[in-house]
């Protein structure tokens, strides 16, 4: 009853859609208001539609309801109660409805929040916005219906994926999905914007808190998928370039293009048409991602082909929203008045490398990730594109963009000094300087190029914190004058700070990482011991256990350092009762100096196990780096002047200098 | 700087970065690409030795040996032929016999295959993707638990 209830609320979603795709447009295009409203009330109900038919999915994973055959497909009754509630995301069907509840999400926030947007462009945002809905709720209802029922109904499902099965990767899609799909409301206001023909600085500041808060879930969403590869599938790995994450990655390195622009924009009133346009890539680089995982193109091309319903209906709403976006912009972009002058040496400068270098790390990923999907395609040739691509390509268009990173903040708008920025930045050169001599002299391994790649971050980690600095005028001005600065900046100004020391720790961290990564590999009986960087391990014993729904054997490696006991290891390796499937449980000692990382595999004839243990230095950085970034972007998002439906400041009264 | 130098200044840096980038993956697609091949392809397009490849098939029943060390040997067939494989390291947690299996690495010259990373990524079908599609072109019958869409007809 409440399944065929959720059906029916999901039914009832895709009309209220089509009721706010029409009414409020065709309300601008008149200057009616009063449908024009009807978007408001329509975006909230679509929203509580489709959360009443999301919460009757998972009441049906909760009460294991076999009847139904996604239930019944990916679920089992002695699942753990959070793994059946997750398990609800955990497939294709119920994934694109948690996409279609966080969209409406998105568009019933701009309902509700966007009270100082005008009235057409407000109707014609939640127009475009409903326009996606629709898409994606008859994608939903016609290729992929999670409410189907199965009769007669089994005895018992058939189980989610046990590597699923894990706190963080439980957490891991709403994340990503709010990131992912947030990108629509840039790309709502993008369109709504060319329908209107007005696009202006007003226009940049109310899209840059939709896409800050996107990017920051994206940002975060990414990094547990990371962080959760690294851990779970035992290879002490944590980035494969593998295309579900480029997928991911693709729409954030246009969303970080995205964040700059609209803030030269919203500034300077410069970069319109690039920032529009960047609005609607964005958001394609989404849908692109979400064909790429949800068609069955990744499974094979050739299983694409012969199942192609689901594959050509995205293709059909990627071609649509890309093709129409660009479309209506090629039409309406000359008639976009041209803004603010800028010398190549400038903040602005300086943002239009940024945005330069990441679109076209962007366009890397997408050639590396397509380009084996074409070719099969064309050819039936297969092959494989593996990190040695992106590292080729990738990589050397980051370091110039690291390079430049610090100089943005110090260069003045308009026109700025170049050399007095290098001025200002000495002591990061000088940071890095040391870096480099520091980490020749301590590790003599690894290639020669890895000292600089750290010296990079150390840079780019340096140059955040002289920008506060200058601002404070730290070492200029007396203690009180400090604070006073330190306490009246404003609080998007510690955004930069966190977000860019955040990108400097995420570089030391890859770096470290892969350059002087320790591993060995051997067989192990109980008493064996192996030095791994420093650490003595000892393989103390392996015991049988049982958990709730898997059993285990898991061992027991005692740590040492500096002939103190420091940790005690529990690698494992799990069966799980259905599917039966084994998983690898990795025993991971965290350190700041990086983590001490232990695997075992199949127990061997002898009774012996072959174990895997890795050094990882400073890999905490890359995680913790991420979360910088994230935090970066909330305390920007909480800065007075960007929170969504605050009044305009004067600038007047702003207690800092314009920067 | 006028207008137009100023306007010159930015295409011209964007033309470069994208002339750059271009290069980088033109080179990259040429250097670092790896090929999908079965034990019969190696055979029939005369794949040479040395050169990096990633080989897939079924891993043979009974094949599997596991020394004392941590060097592995197996077999890995498309049914029609099989070529030896040794790998140092922890498998897979979905490496098994008769399943599905990608091994990336060189070829030793002697008839065998040195891998150095071992795949079994593969859908909730228990086979990789490429694995199927290629086992499949050249005829072979997969069990039941290979095929896509199978799991719904087993069901009761």
């Known amino acids: 009853m409440i399944v065929e209830l959720g059906h029916f609320a999901l039914i009832l979603a895709l009309l209220v859609a089509v009721v706010q795709v029409v009414v409020p447009a065709f309300g601008a295009h008149v200057r009616d208001e009063r449908m024009m409203r009807v978007a408001e009330p329509a975006a909230i109900s679509q929203l509580l539609l489709i959360a009443i038919a999301f919460f009757a999915l998972m009441h049906a994973y909760v009460t294991s309801d076999f009847s139904v055959l996604n239930v019944a497909e990916n679920s089992h009754s002695t699942k753990p109660l959070i793994y059946k509630m997750a398990g609800v995301w955990g497939n294709h069907e119920g994934s694109m409805l948690l996409w279609v509840l966080i969209l409406a999400l998105f568009g019933a926030a701009v309902a509700l929040f966007g009270n100082n947007l005008p009235p057409t462009l407000k109707a014609r945002v939640l127009s475009v916005q409903a326009s996606i809905a629709v898409a994606f709720l008859l994608f939903s209802l016609l290729t992929s219906n999670p409410f189907v029922r199965l009769d007669p109904a089994p005895p018992d499902g058939n189980g989610l994926n046990p590597i699923l099965q894990d706190p963080a990767l439980a957490f891991h899609p709403p994340f990503l999905y709010t990131g992912y799909v947030g990108f629509s409301i840039a790309f709502s206001f993008a369109i709504a914007a060319l329908i209107e023909g007005r696009i202006d600085a007003a226009w940049a500041r109310w899209v840059r808190p939709w896409t800050l808060a996107a990017w920051m879930f994206l940002t975060i969403g990414i990094s547990m998928g990371s962080w959760w590869a690294y851990y779970e599938l035992g290879w002490g790995g944590w980035w494969f370039w593998d295309p579900v994450e480029n997928a991911s990655f693709m729409p954030w390195l246009a969303g970080t293009a995205l964040l700059h622009s609209a803030l030269v924009m919203e500034k300077r009133e410069a970069l319109k048409i690039w920032t529009v346009l960047l609005a609607i890539l964005t958001f394609s680089l989404s849908l692109m991602g979400t064909f790429i995982v949800r068609s069955g193109v990744l499974t094979s091309v050739h299983s694409f082909a012969v199942d192609p319903a689901r594959g050509v209906f995205i293709l059909a709403i990627l071609v649509f929203f890309t093709g129409g976006g660009l479309a209506l912009f090629a039409l309406r972009a000359k008639d976009i008045q041209p803004g603010g002058l800028f010398q190549p040496i400038s903040r602005e400068g300086s943002l239009v490398l940024n945005n330069l270098l990441l679109v076209t790390a962007a366009a890397t990923v997408l050639v590396g990730t397509l380009y084996p999907m074409a070719l099969e395609g064309l050819t039936g040739e297969k092959i494989s594109v593996g990190p040695p691509f992106f590292n080729m390509t990738f990589g050397p268009l980051m370091i110039p963009l690291l390079i430049a990173l610090p100089f943005g903040p110090l260069l003045a708008w308009k026109r700025g000094d170049l050399l007095g920025a290098m001025q200002r930045l000495a002591f990061a050169f000088l940071a890095a300087l040391v870096t480099v001599v520091t980490v020749y002299a301590v590790e003599h391994r690894g290639p020669w190029l890895a000292p600089f790649g750290i010296a990079l971050g150390v840079y780019v980690m340096a140059g955040a914190i002289i920008e506060w600095a200058n601002r404070v005028k730290l070492g200029s001005a007396g203690r009180d004058e400090i604070v006073r600065r330190a306490t009246n900046l404003p609080r998007s100004a510690y955004g930069t700070l966190f977000a860019h020391f955040g990108v400097g720790m995420l570089m030391v961290g890859i770096v470290a990482t892969s350059a002087y990564r320790e591993e060995h590999i051997l067989a192990m009986k109980p008493g064996d011991r192996v030095m791994v960087d420093g650490y003595q391990v000892t393989f103390t014993k392996v015991e049988r256990g049982r958990g709730p729904n898997y059993t285990e054997d898991i061992a027991d490696f005692n740590v040492k350092r500096d002939g103190e006991t420091v940790a005690t290891l529990q690698p494992a390796k799990r069966l799980y009762d259905a599917p039966p499937q084994p998983t690898t449980e990795a025993g991971i000692h965290a350190a700041w100096r990086g983590d001490l990382y232990v695997v075992i595999g199949d127990a061997q004839p002898g009774g012996g196990y072959a174990v895997r243990a890795y050094f990882n230095p400073l890999v905490r950085f890359i995680w913790l780096g991420a979360l910088f970034m994230f935090f970066g972007g909330g305390i920007s998002l909480s800065d007075r002047r960007l929170r969504v439906g605050a009044p305009a400041r004067t600038r007047a009264a702003m207690p800092v200098p314009a920067e | ?156």
Do not use: W
């Open chain 2, 1 to 156: 700087m006028t207008r137009k130098q100023k306007r010159g200044v930015l295409i011209g840096g964007g033309v470069a970065t994208l002339a750059i980038a271009l290069i980088l993956v033109l080179f990259a697609l040429k250097d670092s690409i790896v090929f999908f091949h079965t034990p019969s392809d190696i055979v029939e397009k005369g794949v040479l030795p040395g050169q990096r490849i990633r080989l897939g098939g079924l891993v043979e029943q009974g094949s599997v040996v596991r020394g004392e060390g941590t060097t592995i040997r197996f077999k890995v067939t498309d049914t029609l032929k099989d070529i030896p494989v040794t790998f140092t390291g922890v498998l897979p947690d979905l490496f098994k016999e008769g399943q599905g299996v990608v091994a990336e690495g060189v070829l030793d010259g002697h008839g065998g295959f040195k891998a150095d990373t071992v795949l079994a990524k593969h859908d909730e079908n228990y086979m990789p993707r490429d694995v199927a599609k290629a086992l499949e072109a050249k005829g072979v019958k997969l069990g039941a638990s290979a095929h896509p869409g199978q799991l719904k007809a087993e069901m009761p």
